[in-house]
């Protein structure tokens, strides 16, 4: 499975950005699938995830409310919407699939400007 992310990039304090993933399998199923985070000096967090059913989503504490996860089950994307965004917000996101072994895309920055 190939994780290709698109979006990112520099933000406004106060604006709203979009990060994509798309994933290129073999027609594997995609059980869970969402992004995860780190920063320098720090290990990489979930930040949301989408269940396989379509029903459970899980958040990290501190996004709830500001970042909203999507995912398209026949198109095999999944999208993080990020608005307001807080200093913690800053670093490289990781798409994340899950199909029995976990996959990793190559991570996309996103960067606050104040």
């Known amino acids: 499975v190939q994780l290709v992310e698109s979006g990112g990039g520099l933000v406004q304090a106060g604006g709203s950005l979009n990060v994509s993933c798309v994933a290129f399998?073999?027609?594997?199923?995609?059980?869970?699938m969402g992004w995860y985070r780190q920063s320098p000096g720090k290990g990489r967090e979930a930040v949301a995830i989408?269940?396989?059913?379509?029903?459970?989503?899980i958040y990290l504490d501190s996004v709830k409310g500001r970042l909203t996860i999507s995912r398209d089950f026949t198109k095999k994307t999944v999208h993080l919407q990020m608005n307001s965004p807080k200093p913690e917000d800053p670093a490289t996101y990781y798409c994340?699939?899950?199909?029995?072994?976990?996959?990793w895309g190559q991570g996309i920055q996103v960067t606050v400007s104040s």
């Open positions: 994340y699939a899950d199909t029995s072994t976990r996959h």
């Open positions: 399998d073999d027609g594997s199923m995609v059980y869970d």
């Open positions: 989408s269940g396989w059913d379509g029903e459970r989503i």
